[in-house]
């Protein structure tokens, strides 16, 4: 399998590079700045480019089966999930790929018969993750919206951490905003482990899946 990572200096990128790498997909990671890439192998290839360029995407999408993204940002107003999926989507029309799955979060739209732990929605959400969240609603909206040709998974981890994971079964809730009786936090491995493990199946194509453990 040939997967193209967006994203890939990120830590959940570069777990999800290592897990198709040992799964023996070959794997195009692109990136800002290849300058201290830490993985190197002969299934793997680091570019270098602008996610907001259609033509860049569409060169690199070429003959790849699947797209995944780990876009993230530590700026908390930020237009990149809404401004980077028009592009990452318009370059997969252009270079006939159409699986794509990308990363959001849990909470990012409001429904009041499911609202996720307190703490993330009555105190995180409204101040230092407002703008945050918002965006990967657009995002999110925009591909169930405006993407019919695009067969796309959502996965919506809660807060991610850099603690190994222990390979417990994750919990999955589709189309919910949240998953009930999970932690609120997830190892940045299982997140990837859960992009990979998609791939195989069609129970998550076109659905916004919200996991935990």
Known sequence: MKLVVIGATARTGLSLIQQALDKSYEVTA?????EN????HEHLKAVEGNVLSVEFLTE???????????I?????????YSDSIKSITEA????????????TSWCTTDNPRDRGPFILEWILKPTILRNALADMAIM????????????????????LSKRPSEGKPLMVEVDRLHVPGSTNIIPREDVARFMLTSLDTDEY?????SIGV
Not at 60 to 69: K, T
Request: include cysteine.
């Open 37 to 40: 890439f830490p993985i190197q």
């Open 205 to 209: 194509d076109r659905k916004m899946v």
């Open 72 to 80: 993230g940002t530590r700026t908390y107003r930020t237009t990149i």
């Open 30 to 34: 692109i990136m800002r700045s290849t």
């Open 140 to 159: 999110e909206t925009y591909l169930n919206d405006s993407c019919p040709d695009i067969n796309f998974t959502i996965v919506r981890p809660p807060e």
């Open 92 to 103: 997969m029309k252009k270079a006939g790929v159409s699986r794509l799955l990308a990363i």
């Open 60 to 70: 690199h999408f070429q003959g790849c089966d699947a797209v995944l993204s780990c």
